[in-house]
């Protein structure tokens, strides 16, 4: 049985989304206590066919003190098939009503946590299928750019592969009025635990460039014929402030490739970069024997499937 574990950080005067998030749980289904202790509370766990999950409740978000926090993860939690934090999104210009999840790396030091697609697809599913089922018709379901909220609080990125299963974070965003909307809390809430994740390997690329929200990229999740998932999105902001078109951006782009679990099938970069990014996706690319193509190529079946076919 795989296991599966959620942490939480329940002061509200920190973390406006996650208690809330575990209220629901612990009101709806019948968490057990288990002998594990994180900052004084008991974790909890719940059973289905596939799973076993783990909720842990928290003083702060896992990130923000992943110093103190990383011995423990490694101790009780690194046999989990994955984890997840479950939290808040904010930001300028965010969209608001949004449920969202981005995997762990910190773009510009080049810094990846493990990703997998088959996994990644499955969060976003599920988060896309409770939004409908509780009638969130105002909400949208995106996939945000890779990054890593322990930086902001002073946390070393390279802290970020000390864990080695993936990890990944689980929002609601982007205001006040999503964060305390209680149909927004049920239905991440109910996410959590509705998890269909495919045995099968489901093929990665990394998006290169772009907004934080990329809609191509949230779009091609829900493509079933496409079956394409981004392991990795590594947005415009950082991959130009780091000039990723030198040596170091080679050396980012081979350790992003390397931290994805399963086959990565192509290099996906956003129009509007500039030219020598492209050429450097183009030269990584035929490196490593897969194609390089802009993202609008997402949008289309028969490029994309040409694409492919010239390989």
């Not at 909400?139 to 993936?166: C, N």
């Not at 609601?172 to 809390?185: F, H, N, Q």
Request: aromatic share 12%; proline share 5%.
């Amino acid at each position: 049985m795989k296991k599966i574990v959620y942490f939480f950080c329940t002061n509200m005067t920190i973390d406006p989304v996650a208690n809330n998030v575990l209220k629901y749980l612990k009101n709806h289904f019948p968490l057990i206590d288990t002998d594990i202790i994180w900052d004084g509370q008991k974790v909890q766990s719940y059973t289905t066919e596939n799973y076993i999950f783990y909720c842990v409740s928290l003083n702060d978000v896992l990130s923000h003190d992943y110093n103190k926090y990383l011995e423990f993860l490694k101790k009780d939690f690194s046999d989990c098939y994955l984890a997840g934090v479950v939290n808040w999104h904010a930001g300028d210009n965010a969209p608001n009503n949004i449920l969202t999840v981005h995997s762990t790396g910190d773009v510009p030091t080049g810094i990846f946590a493990p990703s997998n697609p088959a996994q990644i697809k499955g969060i976003f599913k599920s988060l896309e299928r409770n939004r409908i089922k509780f009638g969130l018709s105002n909400y949208h379901t995106l996939i945000e750019a890779t990054h890593w909220s322990g930086i902001p609080y002073g946390q070393d990125p390279k802290l970020i592969t000390g864990y080695t299963v993936p990890i990944y974070d689980i929002e609601i965003g982007s205001e006040k009025d999503s964060w305390e909307d209680p149909l927004a809390i049920q239905a991440l809430a109910e996410s959590l635990f509705d998890l269909d994740i495919p045995d099968t390997e489901v093929p990665a690329f990394i998006g290169i460039g772009g907004k934080h929200f990329e809609d191509t990229f949230s779009d091609i999740i829900q493509n079933n014929e496409a079956n394409l998932v981004p392991g990795h999105i590594l947005p415009n902001q950082w991959v130009a402030n780091e000039n990723y078109d030198d040596i170091n951006g080679k050396l980012n782009l081979d350790r992003c490739i390397a931290s994805i679990q399963g086959k990565v099938c192509a290099l996906v970069f956003h129009d509007n970069l500039k030219g020598s990014y492209k050429q450097l996706c183009r030269d990584v690319a035929t490196a490593y024997g897969i194609p390089s193509f802009k993202h609008k190529t997402l949008r289309n079946m028969e490029q994309l499937k040409q694409q492919f076919s010239e390989k």
